[in-house]
């Protein structure tokens, strides 16, 4: 079978493969990543406030669905895990230092550069210790299942700006972002049928 690569807001990768659609959100996070760089003022803050959504609900997800399949069925999984769960807390950490500052500072765009070059880093890593290994471990039915809550995490971060939704939004600092990862929470274990 030839592997298709998922590219960013490639419609026609199917919802079935839990890696295939991780792989595309890891593309969706550079595409915001370059939309933030590139963009000044009110644009910037909106953009950034997307890019943030979408980390929190990328790794939630990733939290609830990734880590916990590759502990139970990858060998040497508790040890990926963990290197993958600190790589996350300091993402975390230079997304709270970032979230503190206004998007026109002169310092947040090496900040920004910080925190991009942390969560490639921990998205390559991803690819290379968990997923690869997720593709050989899980059949056609558990990529479904997996892909199941992933996408129910997904719905809760439009990557595209909704006109008049985002905007009334666009000034909420990280508070939010820390129910938005409960909710997160909940969507993908009820998608998952655990409570
Ligand atoms: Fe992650
Ligand atoms: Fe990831």
Same mark, same amino acid.
């Given at each position: 079978?030839?592997?298709?690569?998922?590219?960013?807001?490639?419609?026609?990768?199917?919802?079935?493969? =839990? =890696?295939?659609?991780?792989?595309?959100?890891?593309?969706?996070? $550079?595409?915001?990543?370059?939309?933030?760089?590139?963009? *000044?003022?009110?644009? $910037?803050? +909106?953009?950034?406030?997307?890019?943030?959504?979408?980390?929190?609900? /990328?790794?939630?997800? +990733?939290? *609830?669905? =990734?880590?916990?399949?590759?502990?139970?069925?990858?060998?040497?999984?508790?040890?990926?895990?963990?290197?993958?769960?600190?790589? *996350? $807390? #300091?993402? @975390? +950490? %230079?997304? #709270?230092? &970032?979230?503190?500052?206004?998007?026109?500072?002169? @310092?947040?765009? !090496?900040?920004? &550069?910080?925190?991009? %070059?942390?969560?490639?880093?921990?998205?390559?890593?991803?690819?290379?210790?968990?997923?690869? /290994?997720?593709?050989?471990?899980?059949?056609?039915?558990?990529?479904? #299942?997996?892909? @199941?809550?992933? @996408?129910?995490? *997904?719905?809760?971060? !439009? %990557?595209? !700006?909704?006109?008049?939704?985002? #905007?009334?939004?666009?000034?909420?600092?990280?508070?939010?972002?820390?129910?938005?990862?409960?909710? %997160?929470?909940?969507?993908?274990?009820?998608?998952?049928?655990?409570?």
């Amino acid at each position: 079978m030839e592997l298709h690569t998922p590219q960013a807001g490639d419609d026609a990768v199917p919802d079935v493969d =839990v =890696v295939d659609l991780l792989m595309r959100q890891h593309g969706d996070i $550079r595409n915001l990543f370059d939309e933030v760089e590139a963009a *000044e003022g009110d644009a $910037r803050q +909106e953009a950034f406030r997307r890019l943030v959504r979408l980390l929190a609900v /990328h790794e939630t997800a +990733e939290e *609830e669905v =990734v880590h916990p399949f590759v502990r139970r069925s990858v060998a040497g999984g508790e040890d990926v895990v963990e290197d993958r769960l600190a790589e *996350e $807390r #300091s993402a @975390k +950490e %230079t997304l #709270s230092a &970032l979230d503190g500052l206004d998007t026109d500072d002169p @310092k947040f765009l !090496p900040q920004l &550069l910080a925190l991009r %070059t942390a969560v490639q880093e921990h998205a390559r890593a991803e690819e290379r210790y968990e997923f690869i /290994h997720i593709r050989r471990s899980a059949d056609a039915g558990a990529l479904a #299942s997996l892909a @199941k809550g992933v @996408k129910a995490a *997904e719905a809760m971060a !439009p %990557t595209r !700006p909704h006109p008049g939704v985002e #905007s009334a939004g666009a000034n909420v600092a990280l508070g939010p972002v820390a129910a938005l990862m409960d909710r %997160t929470r909940d969507a993908v274990r009820a998608a998952m049928g655990r409570d």
